[in-house]
């Protein structure tokens, strides 16, 4: 019989306050080693945590999102453990009474709809960072993280294969964009995520899960899935007995390897944090938080096809943005043409953004220059191709579309005289396409088509040329 996968996941998201979660120190990425750091955050003696406000707020508008219930009471834990990389022998965390609970995100996959249950969501400190010096054979500590704030994401154990994890992450990153609560860099470490991983016959007991733990890459994520559900089936296929653990993935060699017993809570001795008191919210500041809630991408998509009338595939592909999604209301409002917005988004600027490596939530282009060239093309006073062409130039380069079009001498040829001359010096030169097409090929009119918008130096207006054309040629083989 097939084993069932049986997956739960722990994601980490570090906050994009200014300051760490107990301390004034900079949450910025990088930096001079250890320079971001002071005795609250690196643990000194006698040095007492003071709770950052917008973590709190950041941690309950995800909560609301999610559909969590909202603990108004919660409390602080000190989670202990010795690590080289957490200065102070244990980290504040939330373990039996965290801020959020029992919520819900929908994925999608392949039209099919499922809700992944949300157990919990808590607040708690990131750790400092090993540095291993692979020439020098030691290992280096950078505090500049430690203390930095975190939210973990904690999942009942819904899913059942890789593609459904993927999915989960893509939707929950969208959202936390959205809310602009985490930057979402997986590449930096801002985002990444725990897979524990059993298997079970199907409906059965849950088997022995295993951890592979710090995942930054959705590419990572999906590989380690599969190499730990084919390294379990092959040991209870052999009769052996799958050990829990946590696991460390190393994507160089594709494999993980163990790095210690898998340890549950009593191995911690949790117990409340001394140094920090309860956390109240109140029903005023909750409210306030709702109604600071922006629209999300699932909301957007629902509107942009109801107002603009864009296809539900324009919508998608905007909506995994912010930026896009920005960038696409300021096309349709100052250009008055939201469809042809839609199709310049998708179309060429995600072609140059992939070409490129281009980053959809960060590139910058000219809205106004973008606005303007939507509607010589949609006036029929350049042709498709130069549009693209200019598109490009400003996406590259930024130039002044306007002033490039001139000097280039781009505007499109709609003089019915100068047409109907390139089209009879066409239909001379080719009479065997023109036989062709009195013979009913149709492919022998794009031929002529395309011969005659050369003959124009590319500069014909579509339209017009395709009209003339066709008048011709029937007048010809009447």
Same mark, same amino acid.
């Given at each position: 019989?097939?084993?069932?996968?049986?997956?739960?996941?722990?994601?980490? &998201?570090?906050?994009? /306050?200014?300051?760490?979660?107990?301390?004034?120190?900079?949450? &910025?990425?990088?930096?001079?080693?250890?320079? #971001?750091?002071?005795?609250?955050?690196?643990?000194?003696?006698?040095?007492?945590?003071?709770?950052?406000?917008?973590?709190?707020? #950041?941690?309950?508008?995800?909560?609301?999102?999610?559909?969590?219930?909202?603990?108004?009471?919660?409390? =602080?834990?000190?989670?202990?453990?010795?690590?080289?990389?957490?200065?102070?022998?244990? !980290?504040?965390? !939330?373990?039996?009474?965290?801020?959020?609970?029992?919520?819900?995100?929908?994925?999608?996959?392949?039209?099919?709809?499922?809700?992944?249950?949300?157990?919990?969501?808590?607040?708690?400190?990131?750790?400092?960072?090993?540095?291993?010096?692979?020439?020098?054979?030691?290992?280096?500590?950078?505090?500049?993280?430690?203390?930095?704030?975190?939210?973990?994401?904690? /999942?009942?154990?819904?899913?059942?294969?890789?593609?459904?994890?993927?999915?989960?992450?893509?939707?929950?990153?969208? /959202?936390?964009? +959205?809310?602009?609560?985490?930057?979402?860099?997986? !590449?930096?470490?801002?985002?990444?995520?725990?897979?524990?991983?059993?298997?079970? @016959?199907?409906?059965?007991?849950?088997?022995?899960?295993?951890?592979?733990?710090?995942?930054?890459?959705?590419?990572?994520?999906?590989?380690?899935?599969? +190499?730990?559900?084919?390294?379990?089936?092959?040991?209870?296929?052999?009769?052996?007995?799958?050990?829990? !653990?946590?696991?460390? $993935?190393?994507?160089?060699?594709?494999?993980?390897?163990?790095? #210690?017993?898998?340890?549950?809570?009593?191995?911690?001795?949790? =117990?409340?944090?001394?140094?920090? @008191?309860?956390?109240?919210?109140?029903?005023? $500041?909750?409210?306030?938080?709702?109604?600071?809630?922006?629209?999300?991408?699932?909301?957007?998509?629902?509107?942009?096809?109801?107002?603009?009338?864009?296809?539900?595939?324009?919508?998608?592909?905007?909506?995994?943005?912010?930026?896009?999604?920005?960038?696409?209301?300021?096309?349709?409002?100052?250009?008055?043409?939201?469809?042809?917005?839609?199709?310049?988004?998708?179309?060429?600027?995600?072609?140059?953004?992939?070409?490129?490596?281009?980053? &959809?939530? /960060?590139?910058?282009?000219?809205?106004?220059?973008?606005?303007?060239?939507?509607?010589?093309?949609?006036?029929?006073?350049?042709?498709?191709?130069? +549009?693209?062409?200019?598109?490009?130039?400003?996406?590259?380069?930024?130039?002044?579309?306007?002033?490039?079009?001139?000097?280039?001498?781009?505007?499109?040829?709609?003089?019915?005289?100068?047409?109907?001359?390139?089209?009879?010096?066409?239909?001379?030169?080719?009479?065997?396409?023109?036989?062709?097409?009195?013979?009913?090929?149709?492919?022998? =009119?794009?031929?002529?088509?395309?011969?005659?918008?050369?003959?124009?130096?590319?500069?014909?207006?579509?339209?017009?040329?395709?009209?003339?054309?066709?008048?011709?040629?029937?007048?010809?083989?009447?």
């Amino acid at each position: 019989m097939t084993l069932e996968t049986v997956i739960g996941i722990e994601v980490h &998201a570090e906050l994009n /306050t200014k300051s760490k979660i107990f301390c004034g120190c900079s949450t &910025a990425f990088g930096g001079e080693t250890n320079t #971001r750091v002071c005795p609250i955050c690196s643990g000194q003696p006698g040095s007492l945590p003071k709770l950052n406000e917008a973590v709190v707020e #950041r941690a309950v508008k995800l909560g609301l999102v999610l559909g969590c219930d909202i603990n108004k009471n919660s409390k =602080f834990d000190r989670k202990n453990y010795f690590y080289p990389d957490l200065p102070k022998a244990y !980290q504040i965390s !939330q373990l039996y009474f965290p801020i959020c609970t029992d919520g819900k995100l929908e994925i999608d996959i392949d039209g099919k709809k499922k809700n992944i249950g949300i157990r919990e969501i808590h607040i708690e400190e990131d750790a400092g960072k090993l540095i291993h010096s692979s020439g020098e054979g030691g290992t280096y500590i950078d505090y500049n993280r430690a203390g930095v704030p975190l939210l973990e994401i904690v /999942t009942n154990p819904d899913f059942r294969n890789a593609q459904e994890v993927v999915a989960f992450i893509e939707r929950l990153r969208e /959202t936390m964009l +959205y809310l602009d609560i985490c930057d979402c860099k997986m !590449q930096e470490g801002s985002l990444r995520a725990d897979i524990n991983l059993s298997l079970r @016959q199907p409906g059965g007991e849950f088997g022995t899960r295993t951890e592979t733990k710090n995942l930054n890459s959705l590419k990572a994520i999906a590989h380690a899935i599969e +190499y730990e559900n084919k390294r379990q089936a092959e040991i209870i296929k052999n009769n052996g007995k799958v050990v829990q !653990q946590t696991r460390r $993935w190393d994507e160089d060699k594709n494999t993980s390897f163990p790095m #210690r017993s898998k340890e549950n809570a009593q191995d911690y001795r949790y =117990f409340a944090e001394p140094d920090l @008191q309860p956390l109240e919210i109140s029903s005023e $500041w909750l409210n306030e938080i709702k109604k600071n809630i922006p629209e999300l991408a699932n909301e957007k998509r629902e509107r942009y096809i109801r107002q603009y009338g864009i296809s539900s595939y324009m919508a998608e592909v905007i909506c995994t943005s912010k930026n896009l999604a920005k960038l696409f209301e300021d096309l349709a409002q100052k250009s008055g043409e939201p469809v042809e917005a839609a199709n310049l988004i998708t179309g060429e600027l995600m072609r140059l953004i992939n070409e490129t490596g281009a980053q &959809a939530d /960060t590139f910058a282009i000219d809205e106004n220059k973008l606005a303007f060239l939507i509607s010589l093309v949609v006036s029929g006073k350049i042709n498709r191709s130069v +549009y693209k062409d200019i598109v490009a130039e400003v996406f590259a380069n930024n130039i002044d579309p306007e002033k490039y079009i001139a000097e280039k001498g781009l505007l499109a040829v709609s003089d019915d005289s100068v047409i109907i001359a390139a089209v009879n010096q066409v239909l001379s030169n080719n009479a065997d396409a023109v036989a062709d097409f009195t013979a009913g090929k149709e492919k022998a =009119f794009g031929f002529l088509m395309g011969q005659t918008m050369k003959n124009l130096g590319g500069k014909g207006d579509p339209a017009s040329v395709k009209r003339i054309l066709l008048k011709i040629l029937k007048e010809r083989t009447a």
